[in-house]
């Protein structure tokens, strides 16, 4: 038998417990996160970051991966630094608490960027060299593993984890939540370069804690620099955090976008096609929503936006905010919506990236690659606080649903 978790506080208790003759697991498990602007180095430069990001997801080397369905659901919260959302996660027995990158664009979890790695009872130092790149971002150190704990009392036993020597461009930050496939993992071995390191998510299958290997995932979009605006849930979905029915797409078989949750999309300003059928990714690495050249250079021209050299956004007026028609992602054959509002970066929060208060910035950017390039598109986290997303490793598939806040006007 397996031990059933018992959420407390801000834990969400699922409400069904999936049993057979053989095992009982667990229902799903959610925990909340926040979103906090991360300006410890001054203004951010959201386009920089995300650019750099693409590429280094674009020029990554990494074969695709199977996987397995059938089991139980967890729930954990996270914090969103602009470029990041964050999850406290504990490592250790007893665990030591670390503010993790939630990051579906990557599978290694690791610590040690912030606070630094405490050896308890329960960590095993395999003494395998492990390093990681993403972009501007990496860190380099030695492979553990150790228990990890998702909330007051789940956890997972003998986690792969990296802990970090060296690492750049995490301020503010302990380390990275992998939440990508497990095919990621490979070649961040320095030893063992074709070995693949089981992810969090499918150690909590395997290890009898959630009934399946999926992860759903809600972001809201919020005007403040700090508040609790999301919430993971592993092991299945929360459908109080959607509206109508969850679609799924399968995930694309074009490289290198299907080495990451990548799916085949087309996106269109009214009725304009600014990007034909293509692939790109999902991701919560990526703040802004970024398109190839072309289809940038395309809605820039509908929209009558100018580039802002400050932020490198582009800018509109009020007045071409108010003429700004629907964007829309077809997926699969189901049409989803980002109003005007949803293209706008929150005007409250204009200084923190360095814009003026006041303007109106688009969250729509260039990836830097013209299409063809595999990878076209990154739906990233000003994509996501719109719609309610679905992970499913064993199905090889990404869902999406409308939500609350897909017509907020918040912004």
Known sequence: MFPVASLLTTVVLALSIVASAVEVRSPSITLPFARSLNTRGGTLNLLKHDQARATALRDRDNASTAGKLDRRQINIPASNEAVHYIAAVGVGSPATTYNLIVDTGSSNTWVGAGTPYVVTSTSVNTGEPVTVHHG?????????????????????NQQSIGVASTSTGYSGVDGVLGLGPEALTLGTLTNQP??????VIQNLFSQGTIPEEVVGISFEPTTSTSSINGELTFGGTDSSKYTGTLNYTPLTTTSPASNYWGIDETI?????TILSTTAGIVDTGTTLILIATGAF?????????????????LQITTDQFEALQDLNFDINGVTYTLTPNGQIWPRTLNTAIGGTAGNVYLVVND??????SGLDFINGQTFLER??????TAN???????TPYTDATSN
């Open 268 to 272: 269109t300003y009214g009725s304009t």
């Open 367 to 372: 990836i830097g690659t013209n299409s063809g």
């Open 136 to 156: 501007s971002s990496s860190f380099s150190g030695t492979e553990y593993t150790d228990t990890v704990t998702l909330d007051s009392s789940l956890t997972i």
């Open 396 to 402: 090889s598939r990404v869902g999406f649903a409308t």
């Open 387 to 392: 719609f309610y997303s679905v992970f499913d």
């Open 194 to 199: 074709s070995t693949q390191i089981p992810t």
């Open 297 to 313: 250079n395309r809605y820039q021209s509908v929209t009558g936006a100018v580039l802002d050299s400050a932020t490198g956004l």
